[in-house]
Structure formats: C-alpha cells, structure tokens
C-alpha cells in the first residue's frame, strides 16, 4: 500500500516472548477504523522455538495486512535483567518480521502513549484501554491487556505520524 496523506495502515506491536499484542488501524483523513487485533501466544517451549513461531507469525501477518507504519513500545529497563533480554530477543524477531514488510516504524514510549490518548502520562493501563475502545468504538470482552496496548501503540502512532509527515512539509521535503 503506498502511503498517502489521506489514508495510512498502522500495526501496533506490543511484544513479548511469551505473549504479543497485535493492533491494526487504518486512518482515512481524520478517521481511524478498527481492522484487526489478535493475540499471539507462543507455544510452551524453549525461547529459540518461540522466537522463531513469532517471526513466522508476524510475517504472516505483515503480508496479510500490509501496514505503512509499525509502531512498537520503546524500551524501558525492567528490573529483571533476564525478562529484559528475552522481551530484546522478541521484539528484534518481531521487528526483523515486520522490516521485510517494507513500513516503516516508529517507537513510542509508555509514558507517551498514555499522554496522547488520555492527556495524563501517568494514566493506568485501564484507562488507556477504555480511551481506546472509544476512539476505536469496540468493546473489549477479552481480558488481555496486550490488545489494547497494541492498539493504544497504532492510535499514537498515528499522531507521530501526521507529527512527521507535516515537519517534511515545513522543512520542504514534501
């Protein structure tokens, strides 16, 4: 899909290595409509086995959905220092799957994503999730956090976007 100023595709990744979120959106003008979302889950293995069952899934679905901007969480340090080098490992896999896709991708921090969507970068998880069922009009009856924080990921992406796009237009590369 060639990426135009009126309509775009952002996939929204929220990696793990066990468990990855996965948010589609499409934004028509100043419209953004729902496509997809899914979970993915790792099969119970060894961290090679997972890694490689979420790249051939993430490829799958890159092919499939085709999206012009990718937008994952950036990374925080966590506390537990092998946790963070499993989720490095999954989101390398998960970007690598998503690079062959040809979008482009962007990172977004937690923090930002909570201000973009609820104006408070202290927001709780729950209030982000609620922000975007209405901004997306879908009514969560899964309990699964990493949806939402998938699709929170693609809706802010498309702020980052439109930000991008119109600092092209100033500074005359468009």
Do not use: C
Not at 12 to 34: A, M, N, Y
């Amino acid at each position: 899909m060639k990426i135009s100023k009126s309509s775009i595709r952002i996939l929204g990744l929220d990696p793990g290595s066990h468990i990855t979120g996965v948010g589609v959106v499409d934004v028509q003008g100043s419209q953004l409509i729902h496509q997809h979302h899914q979970v993915i889950r790792a099969p119970k293995a060894t961290l090679e086995k997972r890694l490689i069952y979420l790249f051939e899934a993430l490829k799958d679905l890159s092919h499939s959905y085709q999206p012009d901007v990718v937008v994952v969480e950036r990374v925080f340090l966590g506390k537990n220092v092998d946790s963070a080098f499993k989720l490095g490992h999954a989101r390398g896999v998960a970007l690598m799957a998503l690079y062959q896709g040809g979008g482009q991708i962007f990172e977004i921090s937690a923090r930002e994503v909570k201000k973009i969507l609820t104006g408070s970068g202290s927001a709780s998880k729950e209030q982000v999730r609620q922000m975007v069922g209405q901004w997306l009009k879908i009514d969560f009856q899964d309990k699964e956090m990493d949806v939402s924080d998938a699709l929170s990921l693609a809706i802010s992406g498309s702020f980052e976007y439109e930000k991008r796009l119109r600092l092209k237009q100033l500074e005359g590369e468009l």
